[in-house]
């Protein structure tokens, strides 16, 4: 609060914003990307961004592959972010809230369609 308290505002200018990372304070949306580019260095090296970006499957496969990365898939979770009152129950297995984490990674329902799955294309593959 003493640090406010010495803030002198002057009523007669008018606000404006200034953006702090390009050189004019003008923001830019170039501007903007390099700075989260920076920021997301780290996913640059260690996710396989190529394995979804250029691969040969179908456009709506590729496009689910980046909805299921980057964690937007409408799920239960983000519709009560969004103000939507619901029971969040994983529809596949009941055990567990439903995220987009649980219905890939941990949901026991899901596991067992991905096995069954890579098995098969396993099999396809190897009788080629």
Known sequence: MQQLETVH?????????IWKNSKDKKFYMNNCYKLLMKQTSFWEHNWPWKMIRK???PMKVAVF??????GVCLTQEILQR???FLANRCYLCED???SVEHLFLHCRI?????????EYLWYLLGNT
Do not use: H, P, V
């Open 9 to 17: 505002i002057d009523t007669n200018k008018r606000d404006f914003l």
């Open 55 to 57: 691969t040969k499957s």
């Open 65 to 70: 592959g980046w909805i299921a990365t980057w």
């Open 82 to 84: 969004r103000g939507f």
């Open 96 to 98: 567990e809230q439903e």
């Open 110 to 118: 899901s596991r067992q369609y991905r096995d069954f799955f890579s």
